[in-house]
Each structure stands twice: as structure tokens, then as C-alpha cells.
């Protein structure tokens, strides 16, 4: 039987499973960093006015040039 004083050892490691969290965690950060890089970008365009209803490359009806849908 065991001690009932001591608590049970933990499993081993999966390393399969590691490698698919390690993985996921590095897909999300490349995919915030791609977002962040895309806000950053429309956030430029909006401040040089190339984006926005009095922008110069306006649409009629208040769509500008560059789209961002």
C-alpha cells in the first residue's frame, strides 16, 4: 500500500503534449503581434488623413480608399 501520510508523486511529463502547448502559446503570440502590427498601420493611415470620411482619396458616401473590411 503506500504511506496515507504522503501525498501521491505527480506523472511524468508528456512531451507531446508540452510541444503542442508550446506551440499554441507561440501561434497566439505571432497572431497578437500581426494584430498589433494591422492596428498600428490603420492608426497611421487614419493620422495622415488617408483613411476617413474628409480624407482626399474619400469615396461617395463617406467610404475611404483603403477599406478596412
Same mark, same amino acid.
Given at each position: 500500500m503506500g504511506n496515507p501520510f504522503k501525498s501521491p508523486k505527480p506523472p511524468p511529463p508528456d512531451p507531446r503534449l508540452e510541444a503542442e502547448i508550446k506551440a499554441a502559446e507561440e501561434q497566439a503570440a505571432a497572431d497578437k503581434a500581426q494584430d498589433e502590427k494591422e492596428t498600428a498601420q490603420l492608426e497611421s493611415k487614419k =493620422?495622415?488623413?488617408?483613411?476617413? *470620411? =474628409?480624407?482626399?482619396? $474619400? =469615396?461617395? $458616401? $463617406? =467610404? $475611404?480608399?483603403?477599406? *478596412?473590411?
Open positions: =493620422r495622415r488623413g488617408l483613411i476617413g *470620411t =474628409r480624407s482626399l482619396f $474619400g =469615396r461617395p $458616401g $463617406g =467610404r $475611404g480608399y483603403f477599406e *478596412t473590411v
